[in-house]
């Protein structure tokens, strides 16, 4: 299996396992979004807390240049070191969430 592949696979695995994890209150699911064809991997939220509408991004991956960007991480303990863990380096992903002045000073690629 090719670099990319792999990585393919641990995103949509590592994201799959937020999907099951049920939400406190609220009838609020975690639903994946995937785009294989233009590498975009997203968590969407939705449902009610109440009476009022939750809908949003959770997290959004995307694969450019052969590096993992996190675009979006809305997880407590962030998605990175997950992704991490799970096989891909620290050096292929991207903090796309920082500002690129920024990401020389993290344990991350740049760009």
């Not at 049920?22 to 609020?28: D, F, K, L, M, N």
């Not at 590096?67 to 863990?85: F, N």
């Amino acid at each position: 299996m090719d670099t990319l592949a792999q990585y393919r696979q641990i995103i949509q695995a590592v994201l799959l396992i937020y999907t099951k994890i049920p939400y406190a209150h609220g009838s609020i699911q975690c639903k994946p979004v995937f785009d294989v064809e233009r590498d975009s991997y997203v968590l969407l939220t939705e449902g009610w807390d109440g009476s009022k509408r939750i809908h949003g991004c959770l997290v959004h991956i995307e694969i450019i240049h052969d590096k993992v960007w996190v675009q979006r991480d809305e997880i407590d303990s962030g998605i990175t070191y997950d992704l991490v863990h799970a096989g891909i380096p620290k050096s292929a992903i991207v903090l796309g969430f920082q500002e690129a002045s920024v990401r020389p000073f993290t344990e991350y690629a740049t760009a």
